[in-house]
Every structure is written in structure tokens, then in C-alpha cells.
């Protein structure tokens, strides 16, 4: 009686579909999840990656009119805009999501469809904020106000264009599913373990996972805040940063970084359980100091949100508070320090075996260490003074972002493959790849530094020859070619790989954590039987045991007396058609200011979705299906 | 191999830094490593400092990670499984009490470098310098206002008052000191000296707009019995243009004229115009470059600013010349400009 009458209330049913495109539209499986998140976020690094290649086409002598001034700044804009938030924060989504639960041996995150939703945001978010682009590269229609968008820029006097707007409500689409997935990723790991498996015996990506998570929740709000506040003076007229009125506009700046710094460590701290990953596998070592590391990553996030002003060191706060700034940042330091040195202990003394994933991980800890000890230059602010806005904060950025975030993702490609696709990626074709990208990742960054040094400034749509910076500009760009090969050559191995059957097995590079128990590529239901866990690395010490202990002391199947059925969750359309409804609402609001006649009844419109897909989500009842797993383990 | 020739690479790429610096930056015209006066020798003493570290730092985790990678490669045909150590406390404490050292080494000049560099000498004079879109305005003490190239005493604090007429910019000269922000609804306070003559290249350092790449100026230490004589002569300009040619009479006419309405956005001391929109032009023809510090001070160069702003400075609100003046009012114009000396 009950479920009829929540039948009659819903609005969609079910759907129930196993293959096909609504099978995907309507899916909750985390791994599904993963790997949509994972091609869109690679789709959109490759659009980061044209944009960042017309810069440096741009920039490869000085004078050169390849785009015009506006289209420049839109483009390294809209670059650094697509690489955060479109590109590197989707692509650890990816791994985040296709195996947290296969880490703590869970059948799916703690909220499914919560999880689907997330995604969707992500895809509108993205495609809402590259939609100026139709109406023309200069016309001011994209965001070009640089990535942070500092107010007064982003003022309808100084930006009267769309640029601003669809940045602002863009990233605010964007932001509340990558909010939802943090709570979802917290309330996983807290609650959905294994048995047997405490805090201190989850992988150290769980732990990443679950630090990020919290920054996560705890830096968006600070941007939604700023990004409300700007929306409302462009579309409202509001005086948040309306100089005119005695606005103060560094006040965007502290909202803004006060979400921006925390962000950074989002990047990091995912890319940097990926390494912690692989390292061992490919030392056949455990991580060396894993509470240490867990213990630096978390004083990492909790000191992450004490820093933020030590990217205003020329705001003009005075000697005292630069000062204070610069102490908590080289604080900052030690932690991230000290995992380089764990780093390098784990491969001590091991067998390291050079497959791809492993060349990465070692380029990132090289890399990732350059890019980090020019952070540790910027941390004193007197000097920071003479590299705040030049190339040389643009060499740190990437090489933190690529030779760190990057470097990791695609280890973790090579890595994890077998399980998602049920195939070995042609280390062959991995192997070249990593060279080219190696190479040219640092033939392009590298010179940043010297630009840095001799004066050139940030976003420079142009450069005078009378300047002496010709040369290593000239260099950068080269290497970007040769770094486009090697993204050339990932692709290839991806669809040379996509073509062979799926016969990977469970286990290919005697892993150490839970995902590798399981055949490849992962069954829907992740695990036909929970493990219980003994131990950290439990899997691995069931095939390996040391002297004096049992296999079934790390990883046990014990009989339990429940149902051979395992429960899948239900499907559901009410993600898509939650994200669906704000994207609208957004583009209501984007035409307010101008007066649109179509710009209210748009974004009731959205509002009138939005109410519907809460509505169909609470009410479409409990769904899901009984599905008999395939081998008895 | 492969894998050999990257520490070469990276090896010549420092050394090639290494000896830049070593044997001076100067003929880079804005580098903040080529140090001509106290504060930035403050600021960049502290960066060079930081960066021996960090390339210390750097070369050593290189060489430890290249050598644990082949150190302890795996054997062919080893199936022995290493000792699984999990952890070391003693390496954890080494490993984190030598970097909190070396930091301690950083914080404490870094302190006196902060209040030192924010703290202007008490015989400083002060000059209010001011951004706009895309170009400085200098305001000295003695009541005159220049653009585009500050003039200094050599070996004299000079105290700059910061200021922004609309969004914000960065007022950053590397060789004489660090850049500080130029914020509107905000006044920063910096100093700086410069210990030599010279001409020192100055860039806005945060992205202000279209032309943000084209928003230069410079700075023109002058020994100081110098530096006297053109405060002097800058004074004696303020009651207007003397001894113009018959070209430059003519060009002061269109200035002035509403066929080209200059004297709408800019001011000459002593004439009519007195408009602030654009930059002070009363000593414009004395400066060694013109346009926002884009373009070398030559006839022709202001010839082709004045006929077609917008296609040095894309966005700026200088209007097109070449459709209502003629090419020989423009030129005149130009002739009047350059007189102003």
C-alpha cells in the first residue's frame, strides 16, 4: 500500500536498462561513474591543451598577432579555468570514484545516486562555461578575466561582456557537485569498510580521498560566497565590489584564495595517493612510514587553509601579516618534504620494476620536488614581491600541476586500466609515451623559470624583443610539440588497446590492495563475498605471508549465513534532470542584465526542473535489483 | 640511455642559469637578479638565497631517486620477495628537523627583509604614482605631474604613494625593488632608491585588461645636482610651451581645436588643456618613450600612435586620428608633442 501510493507521487520510474546509451545516462554504479568522469575530464585536458597550445603558438616570438589581445587573455583564461576544474579535479574524481569503494571492499559509495549527479553537474557545469566560445574568441563572451577573476576586472564596467557571468555561474554549477561528492566520499570511507579494516589499515589513497574530501567542503563554500556575491553585482547591480560605492576589492581576493589555496591541495593530495600506490606495487615494499604519511597528508589539508594570503604577498597587507603568511607557509613545507623522502625509502632496498605507471610515478616525485621547491622560493614574502606574477609562479604551476597532478593521473591510467577496461594498455606505446612527455613537459616548463627571472610578467598577450626573452620562449613552445606527441601516443595506445579482447587478469602486477582480488575489468557487484581484512595491505600478505603467519590472517572470506543474492542499487534519471534544471536556471540568469525577453522564463523554468527532479527523487521509491554473482568467492 | 641524458639536461640547464646569473643580467633590461638598489638588493638577496637551496635541494633528490631507481632495479629471474620494512622513526625525525632548520635559516632575514623593504626612510620625499588603464601617472611633491617615466635623484630614498583609478595594476620596477599592487579604494605605501644612473624598465604586473602587455613605464636615476635642474625646468614648463616652431604652433592649434579635441583627455601645464582622462603630456617630448612605455619617443612613432591608437593598444579609448586629421595635422601634432621639452 505503501509503495503504491510513493508509485503514484513519483514522476519517472525506474529504469532498469543494463546496456546501451540510457543505461549510462541512468546508471549509479560508481564504476560507471569513473569512467565518465574519466573520458570527459580527458576530452577536456585535450581542449585545455589547445588552448594552451595556441598560447604558446602565440608567445613563440615577440609581436606575433597569431589571436588578438581579448582572444589571448580568454584563451590562458579559459586554459587554466579547464585544466583546474575541468581536467585535473574530474580525472582524480575518475580514480576517486571507480575505486574507493573497491579499496575498502564496498559494493558502492555510501550515496549512488547522489554520486550520478555529480557527474552531470561536472558535464553541464563544463559545457555551460565553454558555451561563449560560439559567439566568437574575442567577443568578451568567454571568460577572460583570468582564472581568479579578480574584482573590479570582473565588473560590468570594466567587463561588459558575457565572459564574466558564465565563468561565475559556470563554476558555481560545477562547485555543487563537486561539494556533494565530498560529503559522499566522507560518509564512504567512515562507514562502508570491510570488516577488519580500521583507519590505519586503508590504502593510503582512502586517506587522500578522505583529506581531500574534507577540504573539499570546507574551501567551496568560500568561493560559492565570492561567486554569489559577484553574480549579484553583475546581474542585480549589488555593491559587493562596486568601488564606487567604498567597495573593497581585495576582499575578493581573501574569499577567493581562501577556497583557492585549499584547492591546490585538492590537486595534489589525490595525485599524490596515486604515487603512494604504485610505488610499492612496483618495489614490492609496503609505502614506507604510512602513518607518517598519513599523518603529513592530514596536517597538509589542516595547514592548507592557513596560508591563503601568501598569493597577496603584493597586495599591500604590510610587514606583519606578510610575515605571518610566510612562516605558515614554509611550515607547509615539512610535510610535503617528508613524504618525498618516504617516497624514496619505499624503493629502497625493493625490486623496482620500470613499467609505465611506475615511470611516472618517479617522474613525479623528480618533478613534482622541482615544482615544490620553487613554491618554497615564493614562501618568503619580500622576495616573493619579485616573482609574484611573472613566469617564474608559471613554472611552479606547472610543475606542480603537471609534473604532479598529471603525472600521477596518467600512472594511475596505466596502472588501474586492466581493472576498469579489463585490458593491458601496450607498455611498449606507455613507455614512449612517457619519454615524450617527459621531455617535453620539461623543455616547455622548464624556461618558465628563466622567463621568471628575467622580468617577464604573467599573461602577457605579447612580448617586446628589446626584452631578452625570445630565446627561452622560443624553447617553451618547442617542447609543447613534442609534448602533444606523446598526448598523441596515449590516445593511440588507448585505442589500440580498446580493440583487443578484454582478458586481462585479476591481477596483473601482484597488487597489494583489495581491487586487485577481483577479475578484471570489475564485475558490477565489485565483490560476490566481503573480505574480512587482518592487516594493511592484506592481499598481499595473503600471497606473501612473512614467517609466522597465515594467509587467512590477512584476508579471509569467512561463511556467512545471508543470501547469495547481492542487492544492486536502483537506477534513476533524477540525477541528469537535477543537474539539469540549474544548468537552465543559469542561463536565465546570464541573460538578466541585458533584459533578455527569453531570460525569466528560462530560469523559471529551471527552478520549475529543479523542484521536479527533488520531487521524482524523493518519491521514485527504493528501486534496485537482486543479481546472483558469477564465481563463488 | 635515455633515462642518462636527463640529469645531463637538467644539469646544463642550471649550470646555464647558474652562469647568467653569475655574470650579471644586464643586458636583460628588467630582470630582478641585475640589482641596483637597496631594496630590491634586499627582495632578490633573499630569492638568491632561497635558490641555492632549492637547487641544492633539487640536485640531491635527483641524484638519490636516479640512484635508489637503479640501485635497486629488479633482478631478472628473482622471485624472493625484499624485506617488507614498514617504517624508520630515527629517518622520520632527521628527515623533518634539517628541513625545519633550513626554513628557520629563510624566516629570519625574511622578517627583517619585510619591515625593512615596507618601511620608507624617513628622508624620503614622496611621489603618488597611479595606474589606469594602461598607463602611470606621477604626481611629485612640488606640485607637477609627469607619466610614464619617473624621474629619481641617485642614491635617494624616493616614497611612492599607490594608487588606482580603476582596476587594479601593479607597479613593478625588478632592478630598484619589488612590485607592489596599485588598488583602487586603496593607498599602498612603498620606497625605493636607485644607486646609479640609468633607465630602469618597469612593467604592470597584474592583469588588467586588453592591454595589460602594453602597460609600461620607466624609471630615470639622475645623479642629483641633475635631478635639481629638471625639477627647476620641469617647474618653469608649468606656465605653458616656450619658443615652439611654426609646425609645432600649428600642431598646438589642432591640440587644441575640436577637430581632434586632445585637450579633452589631456593636460599641458599653462594651456588650455587640462584634462586628466589620459596622461600628462607637458613634458611628454623629454621622455625616452612614448604610447604607455610601448614605443620609442621618435616623430614618427607618435605620428603612427596618434593616427591609430587601438592598433598598439588594443581596448584603449583614444580615439582613431587618421580618418579626421590629415596625415601633416597629425604630424604636426607630433612636432608639437616632441617640443615639449
Known sequence: MATAAVKTLGVLPRPTAQTGFWSWVTTVDHKRIGIMYGITAFLFFLVGGLEAFLIRLQLMKPGLEVVGASTFNALFTMHATTMIFLAIMPLLAAFMNFLLPLMIGAR????????????????????????????????????????????????VKFSAGLGPDFWTLGLLLLGVGTLVSGFNFIVTILNMRAPGMSLMKMPIFVWTTLVTSVLV??????????????????????????????????????????????EVYILILPAMGIVSEILPTFSRKPLFGYSVMVFSTALIGFLGFTVWSHHMFAVGMGPVVNTIFSLTTMMIAVPTGVKIFNWLSTMWNGQVKLTTAMLYAIGFIMCFTIGGL????????PSNTQQTDTYFIVAHIHYVLIGGSIFAIFGGIYYWFPKMFGRLLSEKLGKLSFWLVFIGFNTFAFPFHFLGLMGMPRRQYTYDSSMGWDFWNLVSTIGVFILTAGILTIIYNFVQTMRKPADAPADPWDGRTLEWTIPSPAPVYNFAQIPQVGLRDAFWFAKHPEKGQKAADSLSYPERSQQSLIHMPGQSYMPALLALGPTILAYGLLYMRSGKPFAMPAAILGVLLTLLGFWGWAFEGEGGTMIEPEEGR | ???????????????????????????????PLDVKGPVAEMQTGLLMYTLWIALGIGIFVTVALLFVVFRFRARPGVT???????????LEVIWTVIPILILVSVAYPTVNAA??????????????????????????????????????????????????R?????????????????????????????????????????????SHAKMRFRVLAMEEKEYTAWVEQRLAMMDGPKNLSEKAVLGREIFEGSKANCWACH???????????????TDVGQRHSIAGGIMDNTIENLQAWIANPPAFKPGTTMPIHEGRLTPEEIKAVAEYLHSLK
Not at chain 2, 624472493?80 to 630515527?90: I, Y
Request: contains cysteine.
Open chain 2, 267 to 281: 593636460t599641458v601645464d599653462g594651456t588650455k588643456a587640462k584634462a586628466v582622462v589620459g596622461p600628462n603630456l
Open chain 2, 115 to 164: 619591515f625593512a623593504t615596507s618601511t620608507p626612510p624617513a628622508d624620503a620625499f614622496t611621489v603618488r604614482a597611479e595606474g589606469n588603464q594602461w598607463w602611470f601617472g606621477f604626481n611629485y611633491p612640488e606640485g607637477f605631474t609627469t607619466a610614464n617615466e619617473l624621474r629619481i635623484p641617485v642614491g635617494k630614498p624616493v616614497r611612492l604613494e599607490i594608487v588606482s
Open chain 2, 166 to 210: 580603476d582596476v587594479i595594476h601593479s607597479f613593478w620596477v625588478p632592478k630598484l625593488a619589488g612590485k607592489i599592487d596599485m588598488i583602487p579604494n586603496r593607498t599602498n605605501v612603498m620606497w625605493l632608491q636607485a644607486d646609479e644612473p640609468g633607465l630602469y624598465m618597469g612593467q604592470c604586473a597584474e592583469f588588467c585588461g586588453d
Open chain 1, 217 to 262: 567542503i570546507f574551501s567551496f563554500p568560500a568561493i560559492t560566497v565570492a561567486l554569489l556575491m559577484l553574480l549579484f553585482d553583475r546581474t542585480f547591480a549589488a555593491n559587493f565590489f562596486n568601488v564606487e560605492m567604498g567597495a573593497s576589492v581585495v576582499f575578493w581576493q581573501h574569499l577567493f584564495w581562501t577556497f583557492g589555496h585549499p
Open chain 1, 374 to 381: 620553487s613554491g618554497f622560493m615564493h614562501a618568503s614574502a
Open chain 1, 108 to 155: 558502492d559509495v555510501a550515496f549512488p545516486r547522489l554520486n550520478a549527479f555529480s557527474y552531470w553537474s561536472y558535464l553541464f557545469g563544463g559545457i555551460f562555461i565553454n558555451t561563449g566560445w560560439v559567439m566568437g574568441a574575442g567577443s568578451g563572451s568567454v571568460p577572460n578575466s583570468g582564472w581568479f577573476g579578480y574584482a573590479n576586472l570582473t565588473s
Open chain 2, 80 to 90: 624472493s620477495v625484499p624485506k617488507q620494512v614498514h617504517g624508520n622513526h630515527t
Open chain 2, 1 to 31: 640511455m635515455g633515462i642518462r641524458r636527463v640529469p645531463g639536461r637538467i644539469g646544463f640547464a642550471l649550470l646555464a642559469l647558474a652562469g647568467a646569473l653569475l655574470t650579471g643580467c644586464s643586458t636583460l633590461p628588467q630582470s
